[in-house]
């Protein structure tokens, strides 16, 4: 953790131009702008990168379909711009992928309605993907024969994107390019307290792992908090024109429901005439997701929200068994952070899922503060160049933007790894079934830093090796996390930095000979502690049973 230990002493005493609390999606992006401008920027999160809302999301890059239902339309080709824009930027790591909605007796509309919606969606954003295609009862058994069609009247399909690895992966590229910009980053860094002396916060602050408590000044503060921005206003004594709400929304994963040889997402209305999914991860499918009005943002998957998912499924798809609970083996919760009008309507009289998923930020020019309310995935580019703007106004000097602080290496760097993998034989180390070749997964996980991994397993063999045999990670990509990747406690490794988690049972995990060697790679000394408390939080709650589906 020489990487963290370094950011962190760099913020004692220091003095930054801009202090990003929050590392989820809109923090992230957020560093990555400033930092890539030529501004001094800290980022702190009191706990990992992607931690919270971040990493609860569909893993999709969508312009939001669905959002055509509220004629949301200035919000919807924002988002398709968004989309099309990181499409371009990261060609390896947001995909285009086909929708394939089916139109059944409980959906709102007829198929040929649905196909002028895809149709004018595809305009909307710009014709930037394949064309929408509108299918027959009869045609849409062959093209996708899991799907039950006894009741279907149709289906339309249209195109969007997903994010090959995980949703706090993708963040945490964000914070990797905020960090080669210059940027001084750490996560379980926690804000204590912040007040405001002259043209500066003066920030007290707490390594959460250590309990070393520092202080930082900074000239703004960028209030990144996701669904906390609310709380972290009010101990400032700040009033903002808008506020957060909440809406939950779960997944659950199961083994793969649709053959691999078609990569598309299924998506379907429930009984509630809203839409919902299932998007392929891998071996795995993905299903959700739910949207509930909630209080509190710290959520949990309940047996309501797991049977209410699974008769919808089970519903819809012929399977040779219906899924049960026994068949989940992960399952993932977390609230959309809403944005609402402060002093508007009575919330609890509206449709709950007409709510707006836009994003709003607010600048607080006598106290030096910008607030970010919502936002999705999606729209993190457009959020990174807004909260520059606001900076910038707040007298913070920047570089002009060149566009440079995201996106993927350039092509002709893509091209010689290819070339280098190639001469080296790396695909040939895999032989597992239903793997994708190493040479793309390195290339799209670590872009420049793959060259390191290749050296890596050309000085020793067994860097080449996976560690964990159902979890597709190489030694040397172990390695390359405990260096590179601020990895605190195995959770962040298993959950965030990889997907591990979200695919292999707890079960599978714990009884894996490669664990220990996991938590010594990335720990050293400091292993057996960082191990005992990952086994403690996975035995300490309820994992759905095992069977042969896992």
Not at 145 to 157: E, F, K, L, W
Not at 253 to 274: K, Y
Not at 495 to 520: N, W, Y
Request: glycine share 8%; with cysteine.
């Amino acid at each position: 953790m020489s990487l963290r230990r370094t950011a962190i002493s760099r913020m004692k005493n220091g003095h930054v131009d801009v202090l990003v609390v929050g590392a989820g999606i809109n923090g992230a992006v957020t560093a990555a702008a400033l930092a890539g401008r030529g501004a001094s920027v800290a980022l702190i999160d009191r706990a990992d990168f992607g931690g919270f809302t971040s990493q609860e999301s569909s893993n999709l890059v969508w312009g939001g379909f669905k959002y055509l239902e509220n004629y949301e339309l200035p919000l919807v080709f924002g988002l398709c711009k968004s989309r099309n824009r990181l499409m371009k930027a990261y060609p390896d790591n947001v995909k285009e992928i086909s929708f394939l909605a089916t139109l059944d007796n409980t959906a709102p509309f007829k198929p040929w309605f649905a196909a002028l919606g895809a149709t004018a969606y595809w305009g909307i954003g710009q014709f930037g993907t394949k064309p929408p295609r509108l299918y027959n009862a009869e045609k849409l058994e062959a093209v996708e024969p899991v799907i039950d069609t006894t009741s279907a009247r149709g289906a339309v399909q249209y195109q969007d994107c997903y994010l090959v690895d995980n949703d706090s992966r993708f963040v945490f590229s964000f914070v990797r390019s905020a960090i080669e910009a210059g940027a001084a980053v750490a996560n379980y860094v926690e804000l204590v307290s912040a007040r405001r002396e002259g043209d500066r916060w003066v920030c007290q602050l707490r390594d959460t792992d250590s309990g070393e408590e520092f202080t930082t000044t900074a000239r703004v503060v960028v209030n990144a908090a996701g669904p906390f921005v609310d709380e972290l206003n009010t101990s400032w004594g700040l009033t903002t024109d808008h506020r957060i709400v909440y809406s939950k929304g779960i997944h659950l994963i199961v083994p793969r429901l649709t053959t691999t040889r078609h990569n598309r997402v299924l998506a379907f209305f429930d009984d509630t005439q809203r839409l919902f999914y299932v998007i392929p991860m891998g071996r795995r499918s993905v299903i959700g997701t739910t949207d509930t009005r909630v209080d509190d943002p710290h959520t949990h998957v309940t047996d309501e929200d797991r049977d209410f998912l699974l008769a919808q499924i089970n519903a819809r798809l012929d399977l040779p068994a219906p899924l049960t609970h026994d068949d989940i083996i992960a399952e993932r919760s977390g609230v959309r952070p809403l944005v609402v009008r402060r002093g508007g309507s009575d919330q609890t009289n509206v449709d709950w899922t007409s709510l707006s998923r836009k994003h709003e930020i607010e600048r607080d020019d006598a106290r030096g503060v910008v607030t970010i309310f919502g936002g999705k995935l999606t729209d993190c580019l457009n959020v990174g160049e807004e909260v520059a703007e606001h900076v910038e106004r707040l007298g913070i000097p920047l570089e002009k933007d060149l566009r440079n602080w995201y996106g993927e290496p350039a092509a002709a760097t893509r091209k010689e790894f290819y070339r280098q993998a190639r001469l080296m034989r790396l695909d040939s180390l895999r032989t597992k079934p239903d793997t994708e070749p190493l040479t793309d997964r390195l290339w799209r996980r670590y872009g420049r830093r793959a060259f390191d991994l290749l050296e890596m397993i050309r000085a020793d063999p067994t860097m080449g090796e996976d560690v964990m045999g159902s979890a597709d990670y190489l030694r040397a990509e172990l390695h390359t996390a405990a260096e590179h990747e601020m990895v605190v406690t195995l959770d962040d490794f298993m959950r965030r930095r990889s997907k591990i988690d979200l695919v292999v049972r707890d079960r599978d995990i714990l009884g894996s000979p490669g664990l220990t060697e996991v938590a010594g790679i990335l720990f050293g000394d400091d292993a057996d502690a960082r191990l005992a408390d990952y086994v403690l939080s996975k035995t300490s709650h309820h994992e759905p049973p095992a069977d042969a589906a896992g």
